[in-house]
């Protein structure tokens, strides 16, 4: 449109010279029409001046000199005797720009769009423009399987030539596959095939991980999917003749045809490596992870490539160019491959920086580094750095980019960019159970305090069972080769009876020192001694109570007992991050034993263990499985008698940490009394009474599996800090020394040392790292309940993640 203007208005000049001289002086310049632009602006924009001798070529370059501000949309040039009249019509200013109808399209990513188009409020209204837009974003539609979208630009005029901008969607509903088919295939059938492929026909409910709505960018990753697939049997010379994509006549449904030219299956004759030998040809040789003679595997070659790559990043080789070429024998169905190795400059690491850390300081970040200044750039130890920032907990998320110095062939920077998170949490919890109506409690900690990476934890809770007044702090980096220190000073009032256990108090405190000593970079161990003072007020009456009670000859009246401990533990810690981890493993052990001079001699022992599993590329669906095994026990003997485990250090199981859909503490085994151990007064069952009173147990194994997925409705902006999961958990905890009677048929009485009485559950789950602590709502049935358990239905946590 603009071009025939454009000419039109060369003709009018044409004939305007024809009438008068081929050229003339211009004596002045008159331009009308304007409104918006001012007349000096539009005079710079001309290439004219007045005094200026102009011709017909002068005329088009005036023309295209105001089109090209953009701020005109019709420009005609006249003569009136020596005056040149430049006539415009200025395109209309927008004032504002709105949407309707867009449900597969944010409107920030709409807005993105226009600005990058130059489409603004305040800017021009270009039409021509406009008509790109529409047809990107319908071309976007189209490429989705939305084949009946429509998007529309409407402008409507406002005074003093303004317009309102509005872009109306009309989406439609994505078509739909309604078959795909192969032509050519001999060796695989169809739905071997199919199983490759993420968009299928007939999806059932169950199968989220196919699609059975067409997208173009979908249906290529299948093709190359496809190929894979064949690639990794042998089939080197496979490609796809042809693709068609056909459209119903309504554009609801899709037909898509692939034409396959499968080839012969090739081994693997030899395999040889040219070009920049920097590392050693046994170190390339031991990088192959097939033998010969094998048919030829895709991802295997492909992993050679990646793992030549990685020995020669490791070497300080930043920028190699690995490629593979196939020399073929088709008479032995053979192939012949030539590894081809550039390896480039080798790259040193000038500076390394961090960005993003306003809370954290520098070396906090810096001691996690593996990566030295000064140094060639090793690829292994830069992930291992971001690794490590990863596992501290303190970000959300760590990213590391490899910056040229400008001038410089062979030096880089390392910039680490990391987004804070939360690192401190106030422990707050409020939960519901039908029969235990609202418990609450509430704490402080901060894991990297004031940006110095160390904890520090400040506890004072209280609630219906429990007072507790702690201070812990631990410094990871007590000196320069990692030893840590930390230490913790508690006092505790704890009634039992309110924390769904049998009734009795306990008034403790005591202190500890823990070293911890890195031994690689994923194993750590720690040692620690403790002491701890316990005074156990109603003494409860049932028999393990009691037996402990006699054990360390203090039959009556209140339980006292000082107790120094050692402790030894092993952490290995190999999760991709400490915050809401997607894959990776984390295993602990932990050992105590009191020393032989404590009032009560016994060990314990425990083993946690969490492994992530993703399931998908993006890690959008995680499997989590978590366990743990405990067992304590007294060792040796007092006046004769032997020690018993400490009823107070039972393990319990109910509760968020261990078993939802149980109130805390309450599924295990229950409170025996023996009423009269004289069998000639009694018989068994008279003798014996069972409450439903939890006691716990000194053995206990817990298992949960959970299946992370996506947050529904959560945008990307908080995707990392929300996570939704499904769960199935399961517990049980015994008593090693329960003596089972099977005459008695109490209500409660059961054997509670057989660990095979398990409790289990499922439900949902949602975490959230507020800006408070990590918020952990979930809603829970138990599946196998006792006779004298408590459920509890819904739980809200402040402070506790997995």
């Known amino acids: 449109m603009a071009m025939k203007k454009i000419l039109l208005a060369a003709a009018l000049a044409t004939s305007m010279s024809a009438n008068g001289a081929e050229s003339f002086v211009v004596q002045d310049i008159q331009v009308e029409g304007l409104q918006r632009v001012t007349l000096g602006a539009a005079l710079l924009k001309m290439p004219v001046r007045i ?18 501000s953009g701020n005109f949309e019709d420009i005609k040039v006249l003569r009136q005797d020596n005056v040149l009249v430049v006539q415009v019509k200025e395109r209309p200013t927008v004032s504002s720009i709105s949407f ?21 409020v305040g800017e021009a209204l270009d039409r021509t423009t406009l008509a790109n837009i529409e047809k990107g974003l319908e071309d976007f539609y189209y490429s989705v399987g939305k084949y009946n979208a429509n998007v529309k630009a409407v402008v409507t005029p406002l005074p003093r030539n303004r317009a309102d901008l509005k872009f109306v969607f009309s989406e439609g509903v994505s078509a739909k596959i309604k078959q795909i088919n192969f032509i050519g295939n001999e060796v695989f059938s169809d739905d071997e095939l199919l199983g490759r492929f993420e968009l299928n026909v007939d999806v059932a409910w169950w199968n989220f991980l196919s699609d059975d709505k067409y997208q173009k960018q979908v249906l290529a990753g299948d093709i190359e999917a496809l190929k894979s697939y064949y690639l990794d049997r042998g089939y080197l010379k496979f490609k796809v003749d042809s693709t068609q994509v056909s459209i119903s006549p309504d554009k609801k449904g899709v037909y898509i045809t692939l034409g396959l030219e499968e080839g012969q299956p090739y081994s693997v004759k030899d395999v040889k490596f040219r070009g920049d030998r920097v590392v050693g040809e046994d170190e390339l040789n031991d990088l192959i992870s097939f033998e010969m003679g094998e048919l030829y595997n895709g991802s295997a070659v492909t992993s050679l490539e990646e793992n030549v790559k990685r020995l020669l990043g490791e070497a300080g080789y930043a920028y190699p160019q690995v490629r593979t070429i196939s020399e073929f024998d088709d008479e032995t169905q053979e192939v012949s491959l030539v590894v081809n190795i550039e390896a480039g400059k080798r790259i040193y690491v000038r500076d390394i920086r961090f960005v993003g850390n306003n809370s954290t300081k520098d070396e906090v970040l810096r001691r996690e580094m593996r990566q030295m200044e000064g140094s060639w750039l090793n690829s292994k130890a830069i992930d291992t750095g971001k690794s490590r920032l990863n596992r501290l907990g303190f970000f959300e998320t760590v990213d590391v980019q490899t910056v040229r110095v400008p001038g410089s062939e062979d030096q880089v920077d390392l910039v680490y960019s990391v987004k804070e998170a939360n690192s401190g949490s106030v422990n707050f919890g409020i939960g519901y159970g039908t029969e235990s109506g609202v418990s609450f409690q509430v704490g402080l900690q901060q894991d990297n305090f004031i940006g110095t990476g160390n904890r520090v934890g400040i506890n004072a809770m209280m609630n219906d069972y429990q007072k507790n007044v702690s201070l812990d702090y631990r410094d990871p980096y007590w000196n320069l080769d990692g030893v840590s220190l930390g230490g913790k000073i508690f006092y505790n009032q704890f009634e039992a009876k309110e924390a769904g256990i049998v009734d009795y108090t306990n008034e403790s405190y005591g202190a500890s020192l823990t070293w911890g000593f890195p031994f690689d970079e994923l194993n750590r161990f720690e040692f620690g001694v403790g002491y701890t003072h316990n005074k156990i007020g109603n003494v409860p009456t049932y028999d393990q109570a009691q037996l402990f009670a006699q054990s360390i000859n203090q039959p009556d009246g209140d339980i006292i007992t000082n107790d120094f401990d050692l ?11 400490g915050y809401f981890p997607t894959a990776g493993n984390y295993q602990r052990a932990f050992a105590k034993a009191t020393v032989p001079s404590s009032d009560a001699q016994y060990f314990k022992l ?13 890690h959008e ?35 968020f940490t261990s078993l939802r859909g149980f109130r805390s ?9 023996t009423i009269n151990s004289n069998p000639s007064f009694c018989s068994s069952s008279s003798c014996v009474n069972s409450t439903d009173d939890s006691v716990g147990g000194n053995a206990v194994a817990l298992a949960s599996l959970e299946l992370i997925v996506p947050t529904p409705f ?53 975490q959230w790292m507020s800006p408070m602590g990590p918020l952990v709502f979930s809603v829970a049935k138990p599946i196998t309940i006792y006779e004298g358990d408590d459920e509890e239905f819904f739980t809200f946590t402040i402070g506790r993640t997995f």
Do not use: C, H
């Not at 200026?52 to 000199?65: G, K, L, P």
């Not at 095994?629 to 009823?647: A, C, K, S």
């Not at 990392?720 to 005459?743: C, G, H, K, P």
């Open 621 to 655: 669906f995680t499997l989590l499985m978590r366990g743990r095994l405990g067992y304590g026990n007294g060792y040796g003997q007092t006046d004769g008698n032997d020690n018993l485990f400490p009823f107070y250090e039972n393990y319990y199981a109910g509760g």
């Open 51 to 68: 005094g200026d001798a102009v011709d017909n070529e002068d005329i088009s370059q005036i023309i295209r000199a105001l089109y090209a």
């Open 714 to 766: 959560a945008s990307d902006e908080v995707r990392n800090q929300i996570r939704t999961s499904m769960f199935l958990d399961a517990a049980s905890v015994w008593d090693t020394e329960f003596v089972y009677d099977e005459t008695i048929t109490d209500r409660y009485y059961m054997d509670y040392s057989d660990p095979t009485n398990y409790r289990a559950s499922y439900g949902v789950a949602l």
């Open 606 to 618: 425990q083993y946690d263990v969490r492994q992530y599993i993703p399931l998908t590329k993006k």
């Open 665 to 673: 503490n309450t599924a295990g085994p229950k409170a025996v009394y």
């Open 567 to 577: 402790n030894a533990s092993w952490t290995r810690n190999n999760l991709n991050r």
């Open 100 to 120: 309707s109808g867009n449900k597969a399209i944010k409107e920030e990513q709409l807005q993105q769009n226009l600005d990058a188009s130059g489409v603004r």
